[in-house]
């Protein structure tokens, strides 16, 4: 089996009054100093098989992400761990 | 003349969507997300609601339906087709229209009586407006912010494709107060507003919404009587 995390978050430019509003609720919960918040979605998926990296492009490009004002990372935090490795 | 409305599992506004393709003259003929084909509707209207859930983002999931199939390749070869609210975020998902909708910026849903501006008269659902004509039809969405790149907004706005602009208050932190936006043909328009809700005065705050409906069948009896293509 194999993990995969797509990372999808607003584009720099976009604004992210989601993260807007939690940036402006902050301090009152006495947190001072926070510049900006941004708020993203964290996509996991399991595989049978390592996929395509061409695959896990299209699947972001078309489906999971937005490319008109989202950007996305694809990453495999956890290889395929053999069982001897255990 | 028959007009295709389509149902997705979540469809909120396919009724009132066929009372107003009904009230304007022309038949309404129900679609289903899972239909393969578009069963000879000479223009299509993807309604509001929240489609498939709303769940990933408005309109991605329902960019896949077997329908949109058939609705992206009609749409390529001239077939009108009105994105209404939901049925407008389908269609920027689809890739039909560009630009996308995103999340109020005041992070509310809004719903009012909304003010427009028609700057757009010649497209295919606009024919029975005039530029700068001004209407009132009602606004209910929480993801109705229009963005796009600074590129795509001048070629937009160079090019006579918004179609409709808000008056007054911006609702949602539109880019350039855009309500309404079509392709390069004119043919696709989606509005984030409902003309579909302002067709009674019994039940709207207006009848402006109706001439989206009549629009529709201007151009197409125009477009069938003196041989010009849509």
């Known amino acids: ?86 | 003349m028959r007009i295709g409305v389509v149902t997705f599992p979540g469809s909120l506004d396919e009724v009132d969507a066929a009372r107003a393709v009904a009230l304007a003259g022309a038949e309404p003929v129900s679609l289903w997300h899972g239909d393969q084909d578009l069963r000879d509707v000479a223009a299509v209207v993807l309604p509001g609601g929240f489609s498939y859930g709303d769940y990933l983002r408005c309109g991605a999931i329902a960019r896949f339906a077997p329908v949109m199939t058939a609705v992206r390749q009609a749409a390529h070869d001239g077939l009108p087709v009105l994105g209404i609210c939901n049925g407008f975020q389908i269609l920027c998902e689809a890739g039909l229209l560009p630009g996308a909708l995103t999340r109020n910026r005041h992070l509310r849903f809004r719903h009012r009586d909304q003010w427009l501006r028609i700057e757009t008269a010649g497209t295919a659902w606009t024919d029975s407006y005039e530029a700068g004509q001004e209407i009132v039809i009602p606004l209910k969405s929480g993801e109705g912010c229009y963005v796009a790149d600074p590129d795509t907004l001048a070629e937009l706005a160079a090019s006579g494709r918004i179609v409709a602009r808000y008056l007054g208050e911006n609702p949602n932190g539109s880019l350039d107060d855009i309500a309404a936006v079509c392709n390069e043909t004119g043919n696709v328009v989606g509005i984030m507003p409902h003309p579909e809700h302002a067709v009674e005065m019994l039940t709207g705050p207006s009848t402006d919404g109706l001439g989206f409906f009549t629009s529709v069948l201007k151009h197409l009896t125009g477009a069938e009587t003196t041989g010009v293509p849509a």
Request: proline share 8%; charged share 30%.
């Open chain 1, 1 to 86: 089996m194999t993990r995969v995390v797509v990372d999808v978050m607003l584009k720099p430019e976009i604004l992210d009054p989601q993260g807007q509003a939690v940036a402006d609720a902050l301090p009152r919960l006495g947190v001072t100093g926070v510049r900006s918040v941004r708020i993203g979605r964290r996509i996991e998926l399991e595989f049978e098989s390592t996929p395509e990296r061409q695959q896990l492009d299209e699947l972001a490009d078309q489906l999971l992400a937005n490319p008109v004002i989202e950007d996305y990372a694809i990453s495999l935090p956890e290889q395929a761990i053999p069982e001897e490795a255990a």
